[in-house]
């Protein structure tokens, strides 16, 4: 295979060839091999703003610790995008602090989002969150069933449903509690009910917290694609109370650290780095670290997102292995896999197109393997998987531009990557047959 | 009935009540008594930048004129929105010029969304001019079923099965060619469409060509009201080929008529007593009065909605009638009148509940029905409507504030209005009675 063989013209300016790269490095685009965080931050000098007395090492003690929660201080990450800036609350015990939520709800209804699995769990608390003290606002609630397969238009037509009959009007807000499904339907019809209402995102799972809830991404997926219909639309604030993923299922424990994963491989090697010392920490939801991963996150996330709101070139970085992963996703049958493990599995694929292409060494395949394995996430599409179901499934990415997919792939040290559609097809046909069947 | 007797509460700082009233004169947000038009412009000096070929006094030759339009000039109408600004370009024969369209469409695949009674007249024309001499982009196009009643999500989830089935990317240019119902879908499909892709609006009716291709207004109804679901999008350009209507029906013309006459009675009474002097020439097609009051109509709402794009006062009084009008639409049930019909009844009735507030003098209310009858559209609801019936339906109306309905009711001389809360609602109840039964 000849690497860097260029076969395929360079459709646009936002393409970072190899010719370009070093120009986005130097402008700050791209960042560059050294990173300026500081190296495997010790976990204590990471959490400073969250209160000492919610974050402990262990996570033998998570399950029956008091909601002492008045006393602990949020750490706020800001997502800066002029006038639509907005907050990111991150800390344990968060819904407990009704002031937080309440600053930011406009209008006298409230809207909840919800699924059936979160419903039982957290609706109640919001409720009382939002009403406290606070009696001239109502609150209505739709509990739509719970998956990836009902984020479609018939599941959003239930919210657009349940909001008339409500007679909620422009200055009401809706808000998303749930998982990444949950506030891409919620804020894709927050964005569209009446032309657009207040919205406010209350992510409980790790892969809401720390990627789908930031950056005003909403949307719904067609039979022949995720996330094909929808708007960015951003939210009024962001509340990540870390309490929450106590409840999450191992399995989405796991899905949500495929996007951690990732900020670290596209941008933040450090991140990567302090990663291999605590993977297994985070799947005990050992809670400092799991604040410190959902921080970091945020921080990568928000940085990105300021820099490139609408994905003209940037942000889409932030798509590492999901070209791949939502081809399983679609293939395979929405709700079969998660999420982050379709990511997981496409992860793997773009570092191995990656190094077929030589633009990077053998000890970051192997570190990428290792990593996920150590997470429990799938390294391999599932075996059903054919070459032309992923063919047929990217060539509607929403990256492909006037016929050409380009891709997320990792070149240089660790923590760097491209979004290219100036790559050697032959790479990607290799990583295809060697992935899946023909 | 006590006129002026506050009943309700002022439910916020949008609402233009008697009070704030001369204060948004003074800032220019709502045009004071005197108007700075000059009054009935003779047509000659109207058409100026309109090529005199195609600008004739009679209808007579109108069907039969040669297409030879390469030489026209169009009249263009900006609209300021930073860096949304786009231009309207109004002219006969328009779609002959395949440059003004050519130079707005973004990547090489087009999708043209039209109707069923649009299609054979103008698609061919369309492709055309997308095409000609522009080989690198292929057209792809999804006929709909035409009338309101298929403005729904069904209809639109066929634009994005096209789309997605032909593989359009975010490179892609939706064309809006039809009415208002085809204008307001497509907008919003290419609203929604991979978040976001560029759009063109050709509207191809008087309605859509005076008041719904212009503005950004885009969205379905749901089966409880109008244009409930919807985003604020807006064009690269529209294009406003006068030639079109030719083909137009004349209930159909009337209909745009409805919003041509609103113009008038909110903010030009100028332009209202021109419409008094020319309505049977616009009935007749006159050309050249068809192309002065397209300008003129397309300057207004262009001003209007460049200080309130997302419609937080000010552009609100473009829905003079509206609120009584999407009423008769829902309850009547969509398709069975048109749209300037449901206005033109529901403008009478926003007439008659400003006169009986005391807002406006007798004559106003004579001029409203005399010019509204003299263009064949309806005076009165239908009869099946009950006052029951436009209660709950304006319960829902986008213009409800926590639970307050604002109305747009005329205010002062001729061509001055309010977009307000605070009224006597005995006035509004008496004016539903008087329009329709218990």
């Known amino acids: 295979m000849a690497a860097n063989t260029i076969s395929l013209s360079i459709s646009s300016s936002t393409v970072a060839s190899p010719k370009t790269l070093h120009s986005l490095q130097t402008r700050g685009l791209i960042p560059p091999p050294t990173i300026s965080f500081p190296k495997s931050l010790p976990l204590s000098s990471t959490t400073v703003s969250i209160s000492r007395s919610r974050v402990r090492a262990g996570p033998s003690q998570l399950m029956n610790e008091p909601a002492n929660a008045m006393s602990a201080v949020p750490t706020i990450v800001e997502v800066d995008l002029g006038n639509r800036s907005y907050p990111i609350y991150i800390g344990a015990g968060l819904l407990d602090q009704s002031e937080l939520l309440q600053r930011h709800v406009h209008g006298k209804k409230v809207l909840v989002v919800t699924n059936e699995r979160v419903a039982p769990l957290y609706l109640?608390?919001?409720?009382?969150?939002?009403?406290?003290?606070?009696?001239?606002?109502?609150?209505?609630?739709?509990?739509?069933?719970?998956?990836?397969?009902?984020?479609?238009?018939?599941?959003?037509?239930?919210?657009?449903?349940?909001?008339?009959?409500?007679?909620?009007?422009?200055?009401?807000?809706?808000?998303?509690?749930?998982?990444?499904?949950?506030?891409?339907?919620?804020?894709?019809?927050?964005?569209?009910?009446?032309?657009?209402?207040?919205?406010?995102?209350?992510?409980?799972?790790?892969?809401?917290?720390?990627?789908?809830?930031?950056?005003?991404?909403?949307?719904?997926?067609?039979?022949?694609?995720?996330?094909?219909?929808?708007?960015?639309?951003?939210?009024?604030?962001?509340?990540?109370?870390?309490?929450?993923?106590?409840?999450?299922?191992?399995?989405?424990?796991?899905?949500?650290?495929?996007?951690?994963?990732?900020?670290?491989?596209?941008?933040?090697?450090?991140?990567?780095?302090?990663?291999?010392?605590?993977?297994?920490?985070?799947?005990?939801?050992?809670?400092?670290?799991?604040?410190?991963?959902?921080?970091?996150?945020?921080?990568?996330?928000?940085?990105?997102?300021?820099?490139?709101?609408?994905?003209?070139?940037?942000?889409?970085?932030?798509?590492?292995?999901?070209?791949?992963?939502?081809?399983?996703?679609?293939?395979?049958?929405?709700?079969?896999?998660?999420?982050?493990?379709?990511?997981?599995?496409?992860t793997v694929m773009a570092v191995d197109m990656s190094h077929r292409l030589g633009w990077i060494d053998d000890s970051i395949v192997e570190r990428v393997n290792n990593i996920l394995k150590r997470a429990k996430l799938p390294t391999t599409p599932p075996e059903s998987m054919t070459v032309s179901m992923f063919k047929s499934i990217m060539a509607v990415d929403k990256k492909v531009a006037d016929g050409l997919l380009r891709l997320i792939l990792l070149k240089g040290p660790l923590g760097n990557c491209v979004f290219t559609g100036d790559y050697d097809r032959e790479a990607l046909d290799a990583t295809l047959r060697a992935f899946s069947k023909s």
């Open 124 to 346: 109640d608390k919001t409720v009382h969150a939002l009403t406290v003290g606070n009696p001239n606002v109502t609150v209505e609630s739709v509990i739509l069933p719970d998956g990836e397969k009902y984020k479609d238009m018939d599941t959003l037509m239930k919210v657009f449903d349940k909001a008339i009959e409500s007679r909620l009007d422009r200055r009401s807000t809706f808000v998303a509690l749930g998982g990444g499904v949950i506030g891409d339907m919620c804020g894709y019809a927050a964005a569209s009910y009446l032309r657009g209402v207040n919205f406010i995102q209350i992510p409980t799972t790790v892969m809401a917290q720390v990627d789908s809830s930031v950056g005003g991404k909403t949307g719904i997926n067609h039979r022949l694609g995720k996330n094909l219909i929808g708007a960015f639309y951003q939210p009024q604030c962001v509340l990540v109370d870390t309490d929450t993923l106590n409840t999450l299922p191992d399995r989405e424990m796991a899905s949500g650290l495929a996007e951690v994963i990732k900020y670290g491989l596209i941008r933040d090697a450090d991140f990567f780095e302090w990663q291999e010392k605590n993977i297994e920490a985070l799947l005990a939801r050992d809670p400092a670290a799991l604040a410190y991963a959902v921080k970091r996150s945020c921080e990568n996330k928000a940085d990105v997102v300021s820099q490139d709101e609408k994905e003209s070139g940037l942000r889409a970085t932030l798509n590492l292995g999901h070209t791949f992963g939502h081809a399983i996703e679609t293939g395979f049958g929405y709700g079969e896999w998660l999420h982050g493990e379709a990511v997981a599995a496409g």
